[in-house]
DNA sequence: AAATCGGGGTG
DNA sequence: CACCCAGATTT
């Protein structure tokens, strides 16, 4: 593509355009202030599919209960990930927890990104912004942020099936403009880039420091990329119930086993399903508290929240469903959105 | 290649 | 509501 070969063409313009913006107008960000590998680590971790804003009061508390790599191996799969509780994608705690363990194990910390590679929760994007950031390595990030502005730096029309398929194509670019002599800064720059002005929608592109070499803004229209197909959210609905002992106000919940491939250790409301029940039984109008919904990832979910007295309990009850005193309720693990519409129940009663 | 991860922010 | 976010892993 003429577009792309142009740039590569002025590679070290660009790279000294972008890293001179960056050192000039980099956010304060925990992990950049005394910067260290755990914190580098414990961040990328965090930022898998999560956004800044969202992370940053888990990364604080983390790294005052988990200071450094030595205490999180030691530290107990249940705390770990009681700590991430909220954040979501369970197993990035899991893998961290994973990775901590194999560290330390290890005679001296791999510097290699394919050294990083054979680790847990170690992908392509990880290993590459962990071993740039932290050891100078030359391997370029192509995040989402990376896909964006490479396809409008490159005015790439191409109809990607997904942002991965997308990355794995425009490699060889983001490769081609790394910055070998700031490997770190270069990959956080273009990341920083991506989220403070070159977004997707509104990009900023009167302030952005790399406009010169961007075809799509030249044509002004850089919204038009990257284009990606459509995704297909699917609609599902889940009964629960909201079933509260009379002698001590225990919370019926279900606990789903630890060792599960999901949802591993995790409480929740009981389900029609969990109790045995019939869900348009125990979905009568009288009885209907709340109406939840939330997504995750391909689905969208509505969840109405039923009534249910225990003695409406078939017997003998499902294993998984277990009591919990309110006093009990905090120390459980539970997502987000379970804890939120608990502590809303609880309250209103 | 496609599905899964039971989150959350934003226009 | 639709789409994205400093993605990795399993099927």
């Known amino acids: 593509m003429a577009a792309a070969k142009a740039l590569i063409a002025s590679a070290p313009e660009f790279q000294a355009a972008l890293l001179g913006w960056y050192r000039a107008h980099r956010r304060r960000l925990p992990w950049r202030e005394e910067p260290s590998l755990y914190k580098t680590v414990v961040s990328e971790f965090m930022l ?56 330390v194990a290890l005679p001296e910390m791999p510097r290699t990104r394919d050294a990083w590679l054979e680790l847990p929760g170690i992908g392509p994007y990880t290993s590459a912004a962990i071993t740039s950031i932290a050891f100078g390595a030359p391997a370029a990030v192509v995040d989402g942020n990376v896909v964006r502005i490479l396809a409008r730096l490159a005015a790439d029309g191409t109809a990607w099936r997904d942002t991965t398929s997308a990355g794995k194509d425009l490699t060889p670019l983001a490769d081609a403009l790394l910055n070998h002599a700031e490997p770190g800064d270069h990959n956080q720059a273009m990341m920083e880039l991506g989220a403070t002005v070159c977004t997707r929608h509104n990009p900023l592109c009167t302030v952005c420091p790399v406009r010169a070499f961007c075809a799509a803004c030249r044509a002004g229209e850089p919204e038009a990329y990257p284009k990606l197909a459509a995704k297909v959210i699917e609609a599902r609905t889940v009964v629960r119930a909201w079933c509260r002992r009379a002698t001590d106000g225990a919370l019926l919940l279900h606990k789903t086993d630890s060792s599960a491939r999901r949802l591993a250790g995790q409480h929740e409301l009981p389900s ?68 939120r519409w608990v502590r809303e129940l609880i309250a209103r009663a």
Not at 80 to 93: H, P, S
Request: proline share 8%; charged share 20%; hydrophobic share 45%.
């Open 272 to 339: 029609a399903e969990h109790l045995g029940l019939d869900p348009s039984a125990l979905a009568r109008k009288d009885t209907l508290l709340a109406t939840k919904k939330r997504g995750i990832t391909r689905f969208s979910f509505t969840e109405p929240i039923h009534a249910l007295e225990p003695a409406g309990l078939p017997r003998p009850i499902s294993t998984g469903l277990v009591w919990v005193a309110p006093a009990e309720l905090d120390g459980v693990l539970m997502s987000g959105p379970h804890r």
């Open 48 to 103: 898998q599919q999560t956004q800044v804003k969202t992370m940053l009061p888990y990364f604080a508390r983390w790294l005052d209960a988990l200071p450094g790599f030595p205490s999180l191996a030691a530290a107990s799969e249940e705390e770990v990930v009681k700590l991430w509780e909220g954040l979501g994608y369970y197993t990035r705690a899991r893998n961290l927890h994973k990775l901590a363990r194999a560290l």
